[in-house]
């Protein structure tokens, strides 16, 4: 759900980047969901690895948003340089109003307007940072349910076995004691001694 809806505000300012990162975490998650319900340990494998590149992603866009190591906000990286359109808080963020000043006073700029935006009570960058933020603890939950869900179906493959040899009370063993039982007769009816006491009873 969270990345549904981080999806939905990614599409609304078309940073395509983040686009495609959500939609392959989209089938990621549901691949681990089909694993976990069918109790399919690679798939849920394949999730947790995923997880690994998913908070290095959001990473990545925390650093992007907060300009570390020389990264911009202002760049067209999330876009593929395709658009100048940035994060869709940056106008519709909470408290932002937003104004459009027409520029036809300047030569060629006629059917364009130069748009700004006031009194946002947060600035763009710190939402999308606590929504990359919230993702990666999201993340760091599903791998260790990951890791936890994998080993039990492990213990359960090795446990079970269809001849009891993994079993410490195999099937077997409990005719034990009714064969030992059949063997003694047999051979009591066997040895001279069974004979002889099958006579005398017979007389």
Known sequence: LAALERQVFD????????????????????????????YRPRYIVVYAIWTAIWVTWNIFIICFYLEVGGLSKDSELLTFNISRHQSWWSENGPGCVRKEASMSGIKGLDS?????????????RYI??????????????????????????????????????????????????PT????????????????????????
């Not at 300012?13 to 976990?36: E, K, M, R």
């Not at 364009?112 to 763009?124: F, K, M, N, P, Q």
């Not at 030992?180 to 007389?203: E, I, R, V």
Request: glycine share 8%; aromatic share 18%; hydrophobic share 50%.
């Open 11 to 38: 599409f609304l300012g078309y940073q395509w980047a983040p686009i495609l990162a959500n939609f392959l975490h989209i089938i990621i998650v549901i691949l681990g969901l089909f694993g976990t319900i069918q």
């Open 112 to 124: 364009h307007s130069y748009v700004s935006v006031i009194g946002c009570a947060l600035e763009y």
């Open 128 to 177: 999308e940072v606590m929504h990359s933020s919230f993702q990666i603890l999201i993340a760091l939950v599903g791998f260790v349910y990951a890791c936890y869900v994998v080993s039990v179906f492990t213990e359960e493959e090795d446990s079970f076995d269809f001849i009891g040899g993994f079993d410490p009370f195999p099937l077997y063993h409990v005719n034990e004691k």
């Open 180 to 203: 030992n039982l059949l063997f003694k007769q047999t051979y009591l009816l066997s040895s001279p001694a069974g004979f002889s006491g099958m006579k005398g009873m017979s007389k």
